[in-house]
């Protein structure tokens, strides 16, 4: 099993990634700070929080493009915030004090009047070498304090990207815990029903293609031309890669993408169906399923030496393989004990044991990045679940249901899953709409994610290196 | 009883005619004109894959998240056996489905062993394990649209194919 055969199956058109190393620097802005102590802080382990009431202002430029820059960051740090739920940006329409003015200490008065709580003001400059500078200051209103002041430089191109690193930047200097906005979604493009578009053919009959975006549906494109059909996109650790399933030549198996080089590359040479592949949390390893004779079993795959390891040894379909952070322990459904359910085996295939056992069928078990709970999709009563449990079981919680809903993928954070919705579909083919949809751990905040058509198999990267 | 069968080909027909083009329709072209009740002229055979579709039936059907060969259903495959000794050269695929009521992943591995349980089943009945291959497409190409019942029945299926040489 160690044979390794390249296939370059589409054709696509992909621009590869901006190189995202090297292009960032830091400098911290330490203004006049006095020991600045946070006031304000979310609680983001609550139920459903009031959100903060924050303004965050243009950012100030001078010249043309360095002005453009400055409210189109300003624009996307709002929207980031509010999408989170945790904090309700002020209409600018309310600001008392303008932009321009705030390159002095902020007036806070002026923003204590309109029940800013937080406030965060920024500047833009193109400087001699044609780098985009971008300063930001985030200030406690009430305490009048600086609470975190940073400044980058980077392509002016790449102005979207410092947007969003400064937005993982308030979100962590008020809850205390990362952000997950400086992330993209992997996810697989459906045609709708009635189209007859790019792609549909009888091989593919939805035209389901892999597409990557950032989290807040920006920069989408592409990466397969909807010729085969392909299924379970997941990221690397490092998302220069994504492992996913294809039927290629009629022949469905694990294959790896190559997002610098658009190279698609079928993952080792066994006897029968590979799916349901994730990468372990060093990205060194795939695990698998591998379906044969009517039995699917668990493999790991080490990608470099190309040794493959069988884990699950049982008549059962064990399938959906997920390892905890720590690569220590995988989880799994099987239906070993009569019905679909979770199972924790440690990396080595031992000490096997069921962990759901509330009433119905559990699936395609993701561990939280943070180790602390496991997200499943539960079959119950012909409805559809998304919940949590943790490892060992207990305190399940379900956090949404509907007709059809699959899939969770966890921000890197822990804190916000990603699922996909399918409506159900009429007699005469129409209905069945398949959408992204985000939803906060404490079961609030539930939003749909914009795509361009059907969506389904989301799966989100790890905060960009 | 040979009555019958055609019965359930028409039926079938009406089926795949109204819904997505998929392999299995398209190989069996029992759409075609509409002629459902009509049985075509002797002059003109039918290429071989297509008589397998009309003559013998092509599918079986399964129980919600099942995967064994239901005792009405194996009348078929006793069928396809007995067509397959007939013409010794011919090569098929079984193509495993599932219903939409299940995750993707699990319900690829459901549609392997559905696919599996007809190969099986007709290598018991006496066809060489070469001639027989199987390919999973889980919930991916369903036959029947609705979320329905109805549908969903439709669409638990297991499709014999014949790839080759036949025709």
Not at chain 2, 118 to 142: C, F, M, N
Request: charged share 25%; hydrophobic share 40%.
């Amino acid at each position: 099993m160690t044979m390794r055969a390249m296939y370059m199956p589409e054709k696509f058109t992909l621009k590869t990634f901006a190189p995202l190393v090297a292009l960032l620097a830091v400098v911290a802005l330490l203004g006049d700070m006095r020991t600045a102590r946070a006031e304000i802080t979310i609680d983001i382990t609550r139920g459903n929080v009031e959100p903060l009431p924050i303004a965050v202002t243009d950012f100030v430029g001078q010249s043309a493009t360095a002005s453009r820059a400055g409210q189109d960051i300003a624009g996307v740090i709002a929207a980031n915030l509010e999408r989170s739920g945790l904090f309700k940006p002020i209409d600018r329409k309310a600001f008392i004090q303008s932009a321009g003015a705030l390159n002095a200490l902020p007036r806070f008065g002026d923003w204590r009047v309109i029940n800013a709580q937080a406030l965060v003001q920024g500047r833009t400059e193109v400087v001699s070498d044609g780098r985009l500078r971008v300063e930001f200051r985030l200030w406690d209103v009430f305490s009048e304090q600086q609470m975190i002041g940073l400044a980058y430089f980077t392509v002016p191109d790449n102005w979207r990207r410092v947007a969003h690193i400064i937005s993982d930047a308030i979100y962590k200097r008020i809850t205390g815990e990362d952000g997950y906005f400086d992330t993209r979604i992997v996810y697989v493009s459906e045609q709708p029903k009635d189209a007859k578009g790019v792609g549909r053919n009888k091989l593919n009959p939805f035209g389901k293609r892999l597409a990557i975006m950032d989290q807040d549906g920006e920069n989408h494109r592409f990466l397969t031309d909807g010729t085969t059909l392909v299924l379970t996109p997941r990221f690397s650790p490092t998302l220069q890669e994504i492992t996913y399933m294809s039927y290629f030549r009629n022949n469905p198996r694990v294959y790896i993408f190559n997002i610098d080089t658009g190279r698609q590359e079928v993952l080792g040479d066994f006897p029968g169906m590979t799916f349901a592949p994730r990468f372990s949390p060093d990205g060194k390893k795939i695990i698998m399923s591998m379906a044969k004779d009517g039995n699917s079993e668990i493999y790991v795959m080490d990608l470099r030496t190309r040794v493959v390891r069988q884990l699950t040894f049982h008549s059962a379909i064990d399938t959906s393989p997920s390892f905890a952070p720590d690569a220590n322990q995988v989880v799994f459904n099987s239906d070993r004990g009569g019905s679909q359910q979770l199972y924790v085996m440690d990396s080595r295939g031992k000490n096997v044991r069921r962990i759901s056992f509330g009433n119905g069928r559990y699936a395609t078990p993701v561990w939280s990045p943070r180790g602390d709970l496991i997200a499943f999709t539960k079959l119950s009563g012909g409805r559809f679940f998304i919940g949590v449990m943790k490892p060992d079981g207990s305190g399940e919680r379900l956090l949404a249901e509907d007709f059809k809903i699959e899939g969770p993928t966890w921000s890197p954070n822990g804190r916000v899953l990603i699922f996909y919705r399918k409506g159900r579909t009429s007699k005469d083919g129409s209905g069945g709409a398949s959408k992204l949809w985000s939803i906060d751990l404490t079961g609030h905040n539930e939003r749909e994610i914009p795509t361009p058509m059907d969506a389904s198999d989301p799966a989100w990267s790890p905060l960009i290196p | 009883m040979r009555f019958k069968v055609i019965g359930m080909v028409a039926a079938l027909a009406l089926a795949v005619t109204a819904c997505e083009s998929t392999s299995e329709s398209g190989a069996g072209a029992s759409g075609s004109g509409g002629a459902g009740v009509t049985p075509l002229p002797a002059a003109e055979p039918l290429p071989l894959k297509d008589q397998f579709v009309v003559d013998v039936g092509d599918r079986v059907f399964f129980s919600f998240d099942r995967f064994d060969v239901e005792p009405d259903q194996k009348k078929v495959l006793d069928r396809q056996a007995a067509w397959l000794k007939k013409f010794s050269s011919v090569t098929v695929t079984v193509e495993g489905h599932a219903d939409e009521r299940g995750t993707r992943e699990y319900n690829l591995a459901l549609g392997e062993r559905r696919a599996n349980a007809v190969k099986e089943y007709l290598i018991y009945l006496g066809i060489d394990a070469k001639r027989l291959k199987t390919v999973s497409y889980g919930e991916e190409r369903p036959v029947a649209l609705g979320s329905d019942e109805a549908a969903w029945a439709q669409n638990r299926r297991a499709v014999t194919i014949v790839t080759g040489p036949g025709s």
